[in-house]
């Protein structure tokens, strides 16, 4: 498993959405304590403006905040920066409203008072989740760069063979002969590292964010 650490050689960033600034300056110290680099604001809006570039990261969300409220920004995050884990802190009496953020992307949610041995434990689940869709980037972007070595029509075949197709079905659509399409399927499965077609789809899956791909036909 991928930590944070591997993810990146910077310190993560736990972004503090809280208007109680007290309680804001202590979370940042036993955060900054713990190794983490805090970034504390006291509304939705100024965390916005901050522009979000650090990573990994996570947030940490009260919802009832002045302004925009904890749940409108953690449906905002959720449409517009999914990577960004989010926790959200609620007073007992907003428990139903936490789980509403659960439903809508939040991975977490805390009652205050924050106990330090559950936000230092929902810290790190959200680091590593942030760690891990920073790897699986990074894994995309070196199959992009291979894909990147295919000619115009070996893309064209691996296309066509991660969409099911048998080679006869690629040969007819792409006017070849089935032996040039055997050919190219060598030449892609070569260029891509690629021993079965399996990790042609793997590839395909990964590459498209699908959760099913068509079956493979031999």
């Known amino acids: 498993m991928t930590t944070f650490a591997q993810a990146s050689s910077r310190p993560p960033t736990v972004y503090l959405i809280e208007d109680d600034g007290d309680l804001r300056e202590s979370l940042a110290a036993l955060l900054e304590a713990s190794g983490y680099v805090p970034r504390g604001f006291a509304s939705a809006e ?20 002045p302004g925009m409220s904890g749940l409108d920004l953690q449906q905002k995050l959720h449409a517009e920066h999914p990577h960004l884990p989010v926790i959200v802190v609620t007073g007992h009496g907003d428990v139903a409203t936490a789980r509403a953020a659960l439903r809508t992307g939040a991975l977490d949610f805390l009652e205050k008072p924050v106990q330090p041995k559950e936000l230092m434990e929902a810290v790190a689940a959200a680091l590593e989740s942030d760690a891990q869709a920073l790897e699986r980037a990074r894994e995309r972007e070196q199959m992009r760069e291979r894909l990147g070595r295919l000619t115009p029509r070996e893309l064209e075949v691996f296309q066509r063979i991660t969409d099911g197709l048998h080679n006869r079905e690629i040969a007819v659509e792409l006017g070849i002969s089935p032996r040039t399409v055997e050919v190219h399927r060598a030449r892609l499965m070569d260029k891509l590292n690629a021993r079965r077609i399996a990790d042609l789809f793997r590839l395909r899956l990964a590459l498209d964010g699908d959760d099913a791909a068509a079956p493979v036909r031999s």
């Open 46 to 65: 100024d965390f916005l403006a901050s522009g979000l570039n650090e990573r990994p990261a996570c947030a940490v969300v009260d919802l009832r905040l």
